[in-house]
């Protein structure tokens, strides 16, 4: 029989391997079993198999619409979630919340301003405030510094559309497509064109803007539009890519990451990728020093001969016909319908779901809805939908298995927790953006996520990378920043950017006041809902009495020990002694759950 490992000593495996020595922080966490999922050899670099059959497919989900089914949705679909949004779905039902999460306002964010006046003046004399989208630096001679402090700021602004987030999938989408068809702003901002160091920002914010416009399209004009993005043809280079020096970077990208995979079903060789680079010459962005900026087809720069794609591809020979081979092109790859529709279904899969896809899943999940997704003519919203209302997907060897990103960890808790991430001053652009960039510095960026940051074109390799997956997000050094983020919001901290200070600190006893009195007054019944709220999983009763015990009781065994605690505070809230013994159990007991690995779950 598989050895099974308990949570406890699954995490220590994973936060640790690849490390020799123990840690000591380890001996804060309380584990119980994974339940219908399973781990093998860890050591052995096996991939997480599932106990038992799991024949749950894509039949629409008619179990218990919860607390715990909704939670399980919002985490997957968003970072975090707010505790109005759980009371609301839950009294929708299953179909309507799935709906409204997949219906996006047409409502424009407001875009990325000038916040750095104040630091430094903006070379194009953009005032303090306002937007720098739409402007362009029409000389290499300025603008260089001013593009480095767009970028950040872009950074910035990310963050804040993910932590202000509607009740949609809408930035979750949005940083799928970015994950899965990524730019590393830092490398299209040093490319090799002369007014890329001026105007990277401009176009990387349009980039990423293409997938928050069109995350839920179709999937085929997506790849149709990034083929000719100006920022992708600068980050892969099909900028440089002519008849008399072939650059087959966005050749091999396009199909071995962003369509057709590396999965067996894909036999695409070397040779289509050089008949693919041959397609692509001759596109080029001829005006980035102005707005808007566009990619043009320059054919003199076209390769004119024949392109004949192997026998993969049915030996189909793409005839010279300038810009219209690329549209030839992507309707070629898209002939392998079957291919790229399972690819982009597994990747969908290991985003929303699990890593693990074994040979249930693949017959009883993705076979089908791959299938699904070509009869919508490539629409990604029918398969959302199909996905988000699956037995499947509700199936409880789902629930508290996948380890959260950085940004549902950093985002997800501050969303959930109500933290002061905007400041109180909205015209304070300077102190605003400061907020959310410390945000991303002093938390995302240590523990390896961040927006606007990629490691390579593969993207993240928790979404991709055999056998580890999600465990790349977790080693000794990452799970001590993780506890520390989450020691630093239940202490508080301040951050003071330019007069203004926002305090970033949970209110313990606000957050509490959510449930209803009756429930905060009785210690056994505000552990069970603090529980079922922030952990993914139920822990033991006997789990649960100790958190009660240790942190509402001071240790004490009768419950009036927190009734009457908490029964002064609320006769007498304005009584700071009453206000104090209430709060340092509550933040007691709040830290202690989130202390637990099952919060790192989801």
Same mark, same amino acid.
């Given at each position: 029989?598989?050895?099974?490992?308990?949570?406890?000593?699954?995490?220590?495996?994973?936060?640790?391997?690849?490390?020799?020595?123990?840690?000591?922080?380890?001996?804060?966490?309380?584990?119980?079993?994974?339940?219908?999922?399973?781990?093998?050899?860890?050591?052995?670099?096996?991939?997480?198999?599932?106990?038992?059959?799991?024949? /749950?497919?894509?039949?629409?989900?008619?179990?218990?619409?919860?607390?715990?089914?909704?939670?399980?949705?919002?985490?997957?679909?968003?970072?975090?979630?707010?505790?109005?949004?759980?009371?609301?779905?839950?009294?929708?039902?299953?179909?309507?919340?799935?709906?409204?999460?997949?219906?996006?306002?047409?409502?424009?964010?407001?875009?990325?301003?000038?916040?750095?006046?104040?630091?430094?003046? *903006?070379?194009?004399?953009?005032?303090?405030?306002?937007?720098?989208?739409?402007?362009?630096?029409?000389?290499?001679?300025?603008?260089?510094?001013?593009?480095?402090?767009?970028?950040?700021?872009?950074? @910035?602004?990310?963050?804040?559309?993910?932590?202000?987030?509607?009740?949609?999938?809408?930035?979750?989408?949005?940083?799928?497509?970015?994950?899965?068809?990524?730019?590393?702003?830092?490398?299209?901002?040093?490319?090799?064109?002369?007014?890329?160091?001026?105007?990277? &920002?401009?176009?990387?914010?349009?980039?990423?803007?293409?997938?928050?416009?069109?995350?839920?399209?179709?999937?085929?004009?997506?790849?149709?539009?990034?083929?000719?993005?100006?920022?992708?043809?600068?980050?892969?280079?099909?900028?440089?890519?002519?008849? /008399?020096?072939?650059?087959?970077?966005?050749?091999?990208?396009?199909?071995?990451?962003?369509?057709?995979?590396?999965?067996?079903?894909?036999?695409?060789?070397?040779?289509?990728?050089?008949?693919?680079?041959?397609?692509?010459?001759?596109?080029?962005?001829?005006?980035?020093?102005?707005?808007?900026?566009?990619?043009?087809?320059?054919?003199?720069? %076209?390769?004119?001969?024949?392109?004949?794609?192997? &026998?993969?591809?049915?030996?189909?020979?793409?005839?010279?016909?300038?810009?219209?081979?690329?549209?030839?092109?992507?309707?070629?790859?898209? /002939?392998?319908?079957?291919?790229?529709?399972?690819?982009?279904?597994?990747?969908?899969?290991?985003?929303?779901?699990?890593?693990?896809?074994?040979?249930?899943?693949?017959?009883?999940?993705?076979?089908?809805?791959?299938?699904?997704?070509?009869?919508?003519?490539?629409?990604?919203?029918?398969?959302?939908?199909?996905?988000?209302?699956?037995? %499947?997907?509700?199936?409880?060897?789902?629930?508290?298995?996948?380890?959260?990103?950085?940004?549902?960890?950093?985002?997800?808790?501050?969303?959930?927790?109500?933290?002061?991430?905007?400041?109180?001053?909205?015209?304070? %652009?300077? @102190?605003?953006?400061?907020?959310?960039?410390?945000?991303?510095?002093?938390?995302?960026?240590?523990? *390896?996520?961040?927006?606007?940051?990629?490691?390579?074109?593969?993207?993240?390799? &928790?979404?991709?990378?055999?056998?580890?997956?999600?465990?790349?997000?977790?080693? /000794?050094?990452?799970?001590?920043?993780?506890?520390?983020?989450?020691? &630093?919001?239940?202490?508080?901290?301040?951050?003071?950017?330019?007069?203004?200070?926002?305090?970033?600190?949970?209110?313990?006893?606000?957050?509490?006041?959510?449930?209803?009195?009756?429930?905060? @007054? *009785?210690?056994?019944?505000?552990?069970?809902?603090?529980?079922?709220?922030?952990?993914?999983?139920?822990?033991?009763?006997?789990?649960?009495?100790?958190?009660?015990?240790?942190?509402?009781?001071?240790?004490?065994?009768?419950?009036?020990?927190?009734?009457?605690?908490?029964?002064?505070?609320?006769?007498?809230?304005?009584?700071?002694?009453?206000?104090?013994?209430?709060?340092?159990?509550?933040?007691?007991?709040?830290?202690?759950?989130?202390?637990?690995?099952?919060?790192?779950?989801?």
């Amino acid at each position: 029989m598989e050895k099974k490992y308990s949570r406890r000593n699954l995490f220590k495996k994973v936060f640790l391997r690849r490390e020799e020595s123990q840690d000591p922080l380890f001996e804060k966490y309380k584990r119980k079993n994974y339940g219908l999922r399973r781990y093998q050899s860890i050591e052995a670099n096996a991939e997480t198999n599932r106990i038992g059959n799991i024949t /749950s497919g894509l039949t629409p989900y008619s179990g218990a619409w919860n607390t715990a089914s909704v939670l399980h949705l919002l985490r997957r679909t968003q970072f975090g979630f707010k505790f109005s949004d759980v009371n609301g779905l839950e009294q929708s039902g299953l179909n309507s919340s799935v709906n409204s999460l997949l219906t996006i306002p047409n409502t424009v964010p407001n875009p990325p301003v000038n916040y750095y006046q104040n630091v430094f003046a *903006d070379e194009g004399n953009i005032p303090y405030g306002s937007d720098w989208t739409q402007h362009a630096f029409n000389s290499n001679s300025i603008g260089n510094t001013t593009n480095i402090y767009r970028i950040t700021g872009l950074s @910035a602004w990310n963050l804040g559309q993910g932590l202000n987030q509607q009740l949609n999938i809408k930035e979750k989408m949005t940083w799928f497509w970015y994950h899965l068809i990524p730019i590393d702003f830092n490398t299209v901002r040093v490319s090799q064109n002369i007014y890329c160091g001026s105007n990277s &920002a401009r176009i990387s914010h349009e980039y990423i803007q293409n997938f928050r416009n069109n995350g839920l399209g179709n999937f085929k004009a997506l790849i149709r539009n990034v083929a000719t993005q100006p920022a992708m043809m600068y980050y892969l280079n099909n900028q440089a890519n002519t008849s /008399s020096a072939p650059d087959e970077n966005f050749a091999r990208e396009i199909m071995e990451l962003f369509t057709l995979g590396k999965d067996p079903l894909s036999q695409f060789t070397e040779a289509d990728v050089i008949a693919a680079a041959k397609i692509l010459t001759g596109w080029r962005v001829q005006n980035l020093n102005t707005h808007p900026t566009t990619t043009s087809f320059v054919a003199t720069q %076209h390769d004119t001969s024949n392109k004949t794609f192997s &026998a993969f591809f049915n030996n189909t020979t793409i005839t010279n016909n300038g810009s219209a081979e690329l549209d030839a092109f992507i309707d070629l790859i898209f /002939s392998k319908s079957q291919v790229v529709s399972e690819y982009i279904c597994r990747r969908l899969y290991r985003y929303f779901v699990y890593y693990d896809i074994d040979a249930n899943i693949e017959a009883n999940v993705i076979v089908p809805l791959a299938q699904y997704f070509v009869a919508n003519n490539w629409e990604i919203a029918p398969v959302l939908d199909k996905l988000f209302k699956s037995q %499947h997907f509700y199936d409880m060897a789902n629930y508290g298995v996948y380890i959260k990103s950085p940004f549902d960890l950093i985002l997800g808790s501050m969303r959930t927790f109500n933290l002061n991430y905007n400041v109180s001053d909205a015209t304070n %652009h300077h @102190a605003q953006y400061y907020v959310w960039a410390a945000i991303n510095t002093n938390f995302l960026v240590p523990i *390896d996520q961040s927006m606007g940051n990629m490691p390579n074109v593969a993207g993240w390799p &928790a979404y991709y990378q055999n056998p580890n997956f999600h465990e790349y997000w977790i080693n /000794s050094n990452t799970v001590q920043k993780r506890a520390a983020f989450i020691d &630093a919001i239940f202490n508080g901290f301040n951050l003071n950017f330019n007069g203004l200070t926002t305090r970033i600190e949970v209110d313990v006893i606000a957050w509490v006041s959510q449930f209803s009195g009756t429930t905060i @007054a *009785d210690p056994d019944a505000l552990v069970n809902e603090c529980v079922k709220y922030l952990l993914p999983v139920d822990i033991s009763a006997t789990a649960k009495t100790n958190l009660k015990v240790q942190n509402l009781l001071s240790n004490q065994v009768q419950n009036y020990y927190w009734s009457d605690a908490w029964n002064n505070y609320i006769g007498n809230p304005s009584n700071n002694g009453f206000k104090n013994i209430v709060k340092s159990r509550l933040k007691s007991l709040l830290v202690s759950i989130t202390q637990l690995s099952e919060y790192q779950l989801m």
